[in-house]
């Protein structure tokens, strides 16, 4: 069962919050398909397709969780959003629903699609120099103090981490419907933690493994170590854009924590020919960040049986870089 968590600075996440999330989402989004997937060795893991949401991933989740608990001053005042992409585009899907304005600081090198997106749903953008090095927390906090907007975390807020919960809310549902059984493994990408951390929050009996890539493993060092450890100086480059974080926030590692969550890393290798599979195999497109957890799994990393659920957790990739990767031998 969940165990106490310990006390931070934020009020702490709960399983009632996500079932609330839940709720409100059900109201709004149906649910994205649990697929069932015969890998290579002939076992079956079920894929949780996160990548078929209205903005290509699950954080419209906790996007719409967070915003439709703004009261109404909040809401007059704007929010900020700092992503790479998926949670700029839930967000921005939000505000535009709720008549709320949006400003996300986004890299000056995310996917081009994921830019486009984000401004098609109405909201500004404001670019930042991630290779340069600049903060994007700071052009955040500028942002927010001009004009009193609401920070709505990609990762460490606790509205966002029960929105993103409701994930595991729904799969365990389905997969009950579809075999009769609970989850007894949940495989997810994981940049920050806030699905993980709202993964083991909906599905307490679960053993929930986080998936990051090789060199941007915070969470993998940080759960070992027993505290927050952040990447190493000069992380190497990767294509999960999404999963690029360089530490998690407390709250996030003391769900984690207090959940037995575990970690682990995958190469570029492994992420591209996870991609490769989804796509043969499930007629999906999914991100390289998105496709992190199946890798784990495809490479024998992450172990598996009958009621293992994998989050293919977003879709947002440029066509040119995807079509070079499903075309590879």
Request: glycine fraction near 10%; hydrophobic fraction near 45%.
């Amino acid at each position: 069962m969940t165990k106490p968590i310990p006390s931070v600075d934020l009020r702490m996440p709960t399983r009632e919050g996500v079932m609330r999330a839940a709720d409100k989402i059900a109201q709004i989004l149906p649910q994205t398909p649990l697929l069932p997937l015969e890998m290579p060795n002939g076992a079956t893991i079920w894929c949780k397709a996160e990548s078929l949401q209205p903005v290509g991933a699950f954080k419209i989740r906790g996007a719409w969780h967070r915003l439709t608990d703004l009261d109404e001053a909040q809401r007059a005042k704007g929010v900020v959003a700092v992503s790479s992409g998926n949670h700029a585009q839930g967000v921005a899907w939000s505000a535009r629903r709720l008549g709320i304005a949006a400003t996300i600081v986004m890299p000056n090198d995310a996917p081009a699609v994921k830019l486009a997106a984000t401004r098609e749903f109405g909201a500004e953008v404001v670019l930042y120099d991630r290779p340069g090095g600049e903060s994007r927390d700071a052009v955040a906090a500028e942002l927010i103090a001009r004009n009193g907007a609401t920070l709505v975390h990609a990762f460490g807020d606790p509205w966002v981490i029960e929105g993103q919960g409701s994930t595991g809310i729904e799969l365990a549902a389905q997969l009950q419907v579809l075999t009769g059984s609970a989850p007894s493994r949940i495989v997810t990408p994981c940049g920050g933690g806030g699905l993980a951390s709202g993964l083991a929050l909906a599905c307490p009996e679960a053993e929930v493994i986080a998936i990051e890539p090789d060199g941007w493993d915070d969470v993998t060092r940080s759960l070992a170590a027993g505290q927050i450890v952040a990447v190493e100086p000069n992380p190497p480059t990767t294509a999960c854009d999404a999963l690029q974080t360089l530490a998690t926030y407390p709250i996030n590692f003391a769900v984690m924590t207090a959940n037995g969550i575990k970690a682990l890393s995958v190469s570029e290798e492994e992420v591209r020919a996870a991609q490769r599979l989804a796509f043969a195999r499930l007629r999906l497109v999914v991100e390289p960040g998105g496709a992190a957890g199946l890798a784990a799994v495809l490479s024998g990393k992450a172990p598996t049986d009958g009621a293992t659920v994998v989050i293919l957790s977003g879709g947002n990739v440029d066509p040119e870089a995807f079509a070079a990767v499903i075309s590879e031998a």
